[in-house]
């Protein structure tokens, strides 16, 4: 009986789970932290990025003129969103759900960390708490950097991370990195994720009919994928290792959205030989009248001149 | 004279009487200035409605941000169909070579030029601005089905005027001399406009060439007309709209409504003109075989055009189709397909439905049912746009024409009854000299 009771329990609660509106975030992600401290640049970038990103839905913070969808986006300056933890914001912006997308592959983890603080800014009793280990826990002490390069015969970009401390500097040895490419909207992984070997060097095959722009240009930028062991370094560096690509406009050819000066040719040909052809048979008709006219007019004049004529002209005319 | 037809006597009587029976009704009496002065007072009344559209704008209509095309333009599309009438009756029938359809090819065409003429302005009615109508012309994309429908409808309105006009030059040679007692502008219009018409041979050899085009031309234009009316909507990704058979369906459709508001003018000069000689029952019966064959056909489309979506159920149909059977619009959709569609079809299998009084009743139901098809084909596609967008106010949803809106488009039939009163009231409606011919024609078999 206690057993049936539950179950009955269990499928009522079930349609408000399904609904969803307690969005759970996994234990391991709430406590996460951003590697640096909010200050005004953070915010300032991170009001750049929100307003590209988030501005649509979300509107003006401290506003509430989001749009109306359910479920509904909600100001991010009030209570709702403000409650989360640091590590909840992060996670729901990366993740997304329903008609929230996901902004992992739009946006870095550094400027989803700028996003945060821009929020951040509208709550007066946030205190941040930053991650302790800025610089890494397998290299206590060090500073880690990135430093990407590309070798054009081999198709190849390396990825060279070390740690510089006082000691010297020594590669990072085991650390998984990504590399990412920036293309319309948002990044893109380029090839699979690399450890580093025992140089500190990671290679990434470069597909050839990658696109870059006019000059063959490409903005790559590097991670760790395990930033609480290496910190969020990243390195976002310019490489000439795509195709050279020049955009053509959408409108330079002859197309059916484009302007009637550029119309398809067999558009104009249709329309204008259909169009010519019906209103030359409709003149040609026209001219049909000019012709009765002409008749009438001879036999109107030969009825009247004629001598031998028997019978007055307004007879014949019925 | 052997160049010369009509010239026997016998032919000359039969002119007369014919001339007699046909002309008594072409004159200005009391009874068509009433009509007329009721049919200005209602237009007056109506225009003073569009006015005020004009001045406030399209807010005063209930066209939003999702039904942008309302009324108006189901107005528009139920004009173009009613309009193909004089394509069908003159043309692919008269060219089959049916005699029957002589008298009635002119109610017919009168009925096509009417309709074309206002359709154009109910479009004008439809516009925010205008005044802003010369852009089509100017800065119009030969890529636009709007251009093309404003080409085709306009080409339709002249081709269907000479198509009127051409065989009637012999008419007005015959009735210039026959107009005793009317307006003197009338007289002089007919001795201009029957252009020396001497019934000369070479005459009608010339006359006859230029109708033989006209007919021949008039087919792929009317086809034209209504199928880029159909693909003004079917070009579209809308759900309703995007149908590869909305040419073939349109068309068809035009037919049963065309058919139906010739069947009535048919009834209303046979009582009214007192034509019951030539507008004849044996005519009305075959109308209405024609009548009930294009309504065959509509109902044929009307069935591949919901089931081939109802069987996918894509989701958007599914909304559409629930919408139209059993939603918001199932009372006019049943209405439509069963007093306009379903049950004239079946009456018009049942010969006594073919007399002239049952055949009146029956096409004014198809005819008003043509209306409201157009509606239904218009309207409720747009209330589910392919984006999902939400918390917007009700009336933008939920389209409900206002009186303004209703007022303009009553203008616009008015304007169709005005132009078929002055053409069929200042011109003879049945043709004289083609039905003497018929006459002689048929003396000739006899002998």
Not at chain 2, 172 to 191: H, M, Q, S, T
Not at chain 2, 377 to 395: C, F, K, R, S, Y
Request: aromatic letters at 12%.
């Amino acid at each position: 009986m206690r057993y049936r009771a539950g179950v009955i329990l269990c499928l009522m609660l079930l349609p408000s789970f399904a609904k969803g509106q307690d969005w759970v975030v996994p234990e391991e992600r709430r406590g996460r932290l951003s590697t640096f401290p909010f200050n005004d640049d953070t915010r300032k970038e991170g009001e750049r990025l929100y307003m590209i990103n988030c501005h649509s839905c979300h509107g003006d913070p401290g506003k509430n003129n989001y749009i109306v969808l359910q479920p509904s986006p909600g100001d991010p300056a009030t209570e709702k969103i403000q409650k989360n933890s640091d590590g909840e914001i992060f996670h729901k912006v990366s993740v997304g759900r329903g008609q929230m997308p996901s902004f992992r592959s739009v946006l870095t983890t550094e400027e989803i960390w700028k996003v945060v603080s821009y929020i951040r800014s509208f709550n007066r009793d946030y205190v941040q708490k930053v991650m302790q280990v800025i610089t890494s826990s397998a290299y206590p002490g060090a500073v880690i950097s990135m430093k990407l390069a590309y070798d054009e015969a081999a198709k190849l970009v390396s990825v060279m991370a070390s740690a510089t401390s006082e000691t010297g500097t020594v590669p990072v040895t085991g650390a998984g990195v990504r590399l990412l490419a920036r293309r319309y909207f948002g990044l893109m992984q380029v090839d699979e994720e690399k450890t580093t070997d025992n140089n500190g060097t990671a290679l990434f095959a470069i597909p050839e009919s990658l696109p870059g722009d006019t000059a063959g240009n490409i903005s790559f930028s590097a991670q760790f994928t395990d930033e609480q062991v290496f910190g969020s370094v990243s390195k976002d560096t310019i490489l000439n290792a795509g195709a050279v690509t020049i955009p053509v406009s959408l409108t330079a050819k002859r197309a059916m959205w484009n302007t009637v000066r550029k119309a398809p040719v067999w558009v104009i040909l249709a329309y204008g030989l259909g169009v010519l052809a019906v209103w030359g048979f409709i003149f040609l008709v026209m001219f049909r009248l000019r012709d009765i006219f002409t008749v009438g007019t001879e036999l109107r004049e030969r009825l009247q001149t004629s001598p031998g004529n028997q019978e007055p002209p307004k007879n014949q005319q019925i | 004279m052997d160049e010369i037809r009509f010239n026997t006597p016998t032919e000359k009587g039969k002119i007369d009487s014919l001339a007699s029976d046909i002309l008594k009704n072409v004159r200005i009496n009391s009874g068509f200035l009433l009509w007329m002065g009721f049919l200005f007072t209602l237009l007056a009344a109506c225009l003073a409605a569009y006015v005020i559209q004009l001045r406030n704008g399209l807010g005063v209509t209930g066209l939003r941000d999702f039904t942008s095309w309302g009324m108006y333009i189901a107005n528009f599309v139920f004009f173009v169909a009613t309009s193909l009438c004089g394509m069908l009756i003159s043309s692919v029938l008269g060219l089959i070579g049916y005699k029957w359809v002589k008298p009635i090819s002119r109610i017919a065409e009168i009925i096509a030029i009417a309709f074309a003429a206002v359709a154009g302005l109910v479009i004008i009615s439809d516009m925010g601005r205008p005044d802003r109508l010369p852009y089509v012309f100017l800065f119009g994309r030969v890529q636009s089905p709007i251009l093309w429908d404003v080409t085709v409808v306009t080409t339709y309105f002249v081709l269907s005027l000479l198509l009127w006009f051409f065989p009637m030059i012999p008419d007005l040679a015959i009735a210039k001399d026959r107009l005793e007692g009317r307006p003197k502008f009338l007289v002089k219009a007919y001795e201009i406009l029957s252009f020396r018409w001497m019934h000369h041979e070479v005459q009608y050899r010339l006359l006859g060439q230029a109708v033989r085009i006209l007919l021949i031309l008039i087919i792929p234009t009317a086809f034209a007309i209504h199928t880029v009316t159909s693909w003004l909507f079917a070009v579209t990704p809308r759900t309703g709209w995007d149908s590869t058979i909305f040419g073939p369906y349109f068309i068809s459709g035009a037919f049963v409504s065309g058919t139906a508001a010739v069947i009535i003018a048919m009834y209303f000069f046979r009582v009214n003109y007192r034509l019951e000689k030539y507008l004849n029952a044996q005519t009305f019966e075959r109308m209405g075989r024609v009548l009930v064959l294009v309504a065959i056909v509509y109902f044929y489309f009307n069935l591949n055009e919901f089931l081939v979506p109802g069987y996918k159920l894509k989701t958007g149909d599914a909304i559409h189709l629930r919408e139209l059977f059993t939603g918001h619009y199932a009372l006019m959709f049943w209405g439509i397909q069963l007093l306009g569609l379903v049950i004239p079809i079946i009456l018009l299998l049942f010969r006594q439905m073919r007399r002239p009084l049952p055949m009146l009743l029956i096409s004014f139901f198809v005819l008003i049912g043509s209306w409201f098809k157009r509606y239904i084909i218009v309207v409720p596609a747009q209330a589910h746009p392919n984006l999902p967008i939400q918390g917007v106010p009700v009336e933008w949803v939920v389209y409900r024409p206002t009186l303004i809106e209703t007022a303009v488009t009553v203008a616009s039939i008015v304007l169709v009854l005005i132009i078929i009163t002055i053409l069929a009231k200042l011109f003879p409606v049945v043709p004289i000299w083609e039905m003497a011919e018929e006459e002689s024609g048929k003396d000739k078999i006899t002998q």
